[in-house]
Antibody, heavy 121, light 109 residues
Framework: QVQLVQSGAEVKKPGSSVKVSCKAS????????ISWVRQAPGQGLEWMGR????????NYAQKFQGRVTITADKSTSTAYMELSSLRSEDTAVYYC??????????????WGQGTLVTVSS | EIVMTQSPATLSVSPGERATLSCRAS??????LAWYQQKPGQAPRLLIY???TRATGIPARFSGSGSGTEFTLTISSLQSEDFAVYYC???????????FGQGTKLEIK
């Protein structure tokens, strides 16, 4: 049974950074890509970027380039997403999701439970 | 950037009836399309991938069709647990883009 378990809710000040973790169990961590998707309150889903742990390669959505860093620790099967220069518009639930890293299997078959990040002064 | 447009924004259907949700891509995505269901307070759940393949454990009343730019998710006989928000998503390795539609809220009529 694959599970992605994320770290707990965070409250951050504008201009600071947040780092969210996503620990995988029940599958082969390095054989998949881990993506990060966020959802602002009452809004839709927005892909931020992904990492392929076995290759150590991360790719980012253009919107977040320079502000997001996604890393992975294969020894603990944990992925991390760090978002810097936080502003109020970054208040959202952040999800990690597992997917393949080559077509046709790029869909997300397992998701973490979500981490609420609140940015407020 | 490939833009995904879902319609309608809200769909009101009675239990036991059929629901048809649409998703249009601004350019061809071949069959690289998935559908997800999301209930309040929960993470999205994969329903369909490759435009028409049901994910593991998804009931047969859910079906997906289409290719290129036009896609449809059909729920043949709505159950109470099907009322939720549905998102389509295209995935494109060449552009390294995963774009979601804005969602369709399926509500009880």
């Amino acid at each position: 049974q694959v599970q992605l378990v994320q770290s707990g809710a965070e409250v951050k000040k504008p201009g600071s950074s947040v780092k969210v973790s996503c620990k995988a169990s029940g599958g082969t961590f390095s054989s998949y890509a881990i993506s990060w998707v966020r959802q602002a309150p009452g809004q839709g889903l927005e892909w931020m970027g992904r990492i392929i742990p076995i290759l150590g390669i991360a790719n980012y959505a253009q919107k977040f380039q320079g502000r997001v860093t996604i890393t992975a620790d294969k020894s603990t099967s944990t992925a991390y997403m760090e978002l810097s220069s936080l502003r109020s518009e970054d208040t959202a639930v952040y999800y990690c999701a597992r997917g393949g890293w080559e077509l046709p299997n790029l869909h997300f078959d397992y998701w973490g439970q979500g981490t609420l990040v609140t940015v407020s002064s | 950037e490939i833009v995904m447009t879902q319609s309608p924004a809200t769909l009101s259907v009675s239990p036991g009836e059929r629901a048809t949700l649409s998703c249009r891509a601004s350019q061809s995505v071949s069959s690289n399309l998935a559908w997800y269901q999301q209930k309040p307070g929960q993470a999205p759940r994969l329903l369909i991938y490759g435009a028409s393949t049901r994910a593991t454990g998804i009931p047969a009343r859910f079906s997906g069709s289409g290719s290129g730019t036009e896609f449809t998710l059909t729920i043949s006989s709505l159950q109470s647990e099907d009322f939720a928000v549905y998102y389509c998503q295209q995935y494109n390795n060449w552009l390294l883009m995963y774009t979601f539609g804005q969602g369709t809220k399926l509500e009880i009529k």
